[in-house]
């Protein structure tokens, strides 16, 4: 039988991957992870997760690559975009690469669920936070 996931966590931090992950486990979520572009679109769950959640700069790809990437071969896959670098412009990038929402780092646990709850709920992308 095939695991299934959740949420497909794609960030080079380990401290922010296992944070997500512990954080969303514990709201009884599946959660897989990935350091990597190339693990993220290898990767079991991104075949069948219903989310996926990325930094946008991670070591051997762009996030907005990874999302080009795994929305290629499921187009209705809800990719929400992470980074320390939250700029208007990294925003704006973001959202017209096609990213359901963007999370500015460092988030809260708050602010975490609220946005994942959001796109797994279809609802339209915004910010949690003001991007300057």
């Known amino acids: 039988m095939q695991e299934e996931w959740d949420v497909l966590v794609v960030d080079d931090e380990p401290v922010v991957r296992e944070g997500i992950r512990r954080v969303l486990e514990a709201a009884g979520m599946r959660v897989a992870v990935a350091a990597d572009?190339?693990?993220?679109?290898?990767?079991?769950?991104?075949?069948?997760?219903?989310?996926?959640?990325?930094?946008?700069?991670?070591?051997?790809h762009s996030g907005i690559q990874v999302l080009r990437s795994l929305r290629a071969a499921r187009r209705e896959l809800p990719v929400v975009m992470i980074t320390g670098y939250a700029?208007?412009?990294?925003?704006?990038?973001?959202?017209?690469?096609?990213?359901?929402?963007?999370?500015?780092?460092?988030?809260?646990?708050?602010?975490?669920?609220?946005?994942?709850?959001?796109?797994?709920?279809?609802?339209?992308?915004?910010?949690?936070?003001?991007?300057?």
């Open 87 to 132: 700029t208007s412009e990294n925003h704006d990038m973001a959202l017209e690469a096609g990213a359901t929402d963007f999370l500015a780092k460092p988030f809260e646990e708050s602010e975490l669920l609220a946005v994942v709850r959001r796109a797994l709920g279809g609802g339209e992308a915004s910010s949690e936070r003001r991007i300057e």
């Open 37 to 60: 572009a190339a693990s993220a679109v290898s990767h079991p769950a991104a075949a069948g997760c219903r989310l996926v959640m990325c930094d946008l700069m991670l070591p051997d």
